[in-house]
């Protein structure tokens, strides 16, 4: 790249001064012209003097050597326009204006380099004879005198060293600039090529004199770098959590399986009971993962309709309360406002955010959660609260990622950081949206909330 843009830099710089060069070449040529033609001019007119030209007397080959001319001669012009003899010079009849001539008007002009001056001359048929060779009587006297004119001195050469010097300039700004623009570009494809390699550890970084683009490509870099840091970490966490969810209920399955098999338990009934909440417990981690990954696909159904979320919510309650009861929680109804509470949803999917929401508490509860629902504006607020230790102020803006597990003192036992993140999902698919507010009180306390689209309203902003 560097190369390229040097390339391109010394282009440009040389076709501007080749531009350059050319139009500033032509304008000096057409004033060199002119200002030939003027002088040229004013020496034949002065030479002409009417009434009584001085030319007649004159040796027109000392004032031709005299006055530097290239030509000067007398010659004749018929009616029809038509030099009689050959003109001096390079000068053909098509580059002359015989009328102008005939009208008795001078003609002045060049050629190529040349400058040339047609003068007509009042002459009697004697004094026509007096040149060689002679004028013939019937035709109009012309004097005509040329001259070769030139550049100013030197002006090929001053524009050629002017060049060269401003393309020896522009080769070291052009280096320079290329190496101040590739530098950072380098340093670019290195770091991210260490971090496609693996290397999440790599970082741009940055100089003060970087421009500000390099900058912000610089903490772009390191930000993604970051991120996927981050997200490997995560990766990694969620994959102790999930194998020892797997481990555990396999295990504990696996148990009294061979128990059963072996005669070495009496309660048959209570390891088929256990065996089959393990089972279920291995399906809702099996499903919650297949929830995501249809998710991620957007491939998962939703069946939105007109639902009452405070019958939704006491049901919840109802058939959660026996899950809760056995960590010895009480799972309780908030404040129930009076008469439905409509909202736009899935039913199935709301169930499935209350689970999720109610099972999160319990890991972390004391000893009471409360599950509420209201409506506000043009949207529908569910919630669960509960009495824990709360969250640290720096894990509440994660706490609905994927993968993410919080160190929150006194949890029951590790999740796999895919509840809350179905929760937030399944939220944002029905038209809505989730946060977490903690802590409630001086002693902590947590609040998981949900607001959703009311039936007859639009979705609030949060």
Not at 102 to 118: E, I, N, Q
Not at 208 to 228: H, K, S, V, Y
């Amino acid at each position: 790249m560097r190369r390229r843009l040097l390339v391109a830099i010394l282009l440009l710089v040389a076709g501007t001064l080749v531009l350059a060069g050319v139009g500033g070449y032509a304008l000096i040529r057409r004033a060199s012209a002119n200002t030939a033609e003027q002088q040229l001019y004013a020496q034949a007119r002065a030479l002409a003097e009417y009434p009584h030209p001085r030319v007649v007397f004159l040796d027109l080959g000392a004032v031709k050597y005299i006055g530097q001319y290239d030509a000067l001669a007398v010659v004749g012009l018929d009616a029809g326009g038509g030099f009689a003899g050959r003109l001096p010079g390079s000068l053909r009849g098509r580059d002359l204006d015989p009328s102008a001539l005939l009208a008795d008007r001078s003609v002045a002009g060049h050629v190529g380099g040349t400058a040339f001056v047609l003068i007509p001359l009042e002459l009697t048929t004697a004094q026509k004879g007096r040149f060689t060779p002679p004028v013939p009587y019937q035709d109009t006297a012309v004097l005509v005198a040329t001259r070769t004119f030139t550049l100013l001195a030197g002006g090929l050469g001053y524009f050629l060293l002017v060049g060269l010097a401003c393309l020896a300039v522009a080769g070291a700004v052009a280096y320079w600039l290329a190496r101040r623009f590739s530098r950072p570009l380098v340093r670019a494809a290195e770091v991210t090529g260490r971090i496609a390699g693996g290397d999440l550890d790599a970082r741009m970084a940055r100089g003060p004199r970087d421009m500000g683009e390099f900058a912000t490509l610089a903490a772009a870099i390191n930000a993604m770098g970051d991120r996927l840091a981050q997200a490997r970490e995560q990766q990694r966490q969620f994959l102790l959590s999930v194998s020892h969810d797997l481990r555990t209920p396999l295990t504990s399955i696996r148990g009294y399986a061979e128990a059963l098999s072996e005669g070495a338990t009496d309660d048959v009934a209570g390891a088929v009971e256990i065996i089959g909440a393990e089972a279920r417990r291995l399906d809702r981690l099996v499903q919650d993962l297949l929830d995501l990954a249809q998710l991620d696909a957007r491939r998962f159904g939703l069946q939105a309709g007109r639902v009452d979320a405070a019958d939704l919510a006491a049901r919840a309650v109802e058939r959660l309360r026996p899950e809760a009861a056995a960590a010895s929680l009480e799972l309780v109804l908030a404040r129930p406002e009076p008469g439905p509470i409509w909202v736009v949803c899935d039913p199935d999917r709301l169930d499935q955010v209350l689970s999720n929401l109610v099972e999160n508490a319990c890991r972390f509860a004391r000893a009471r959660i409360a599950l509420g629902a209201r409506r506000e504006g043009g949207r529908v607020l569910l919630w669960v609260d509960d009495d824990g230790p709360g969250i640290p102020a720096e894990d509440i803006a994660h706490v609905f990622v994927r993968h993410f597990t919080s160190d929150r003192s006194g949890a029951r036992r590790a999740g796999t950081g895919l509840g809350l993140a179905i929760v937030a999902e399944l939220a944002a698919a029905m038209g809505g949206g989730a946060r977490a507010q903690s802590p409630l009180g001086a002693e902590g306390g947590t609040r998981m909330e949900v607001w959703l689209p009311a039936a007859d309203g639009a979705t609030a902003p949060v």
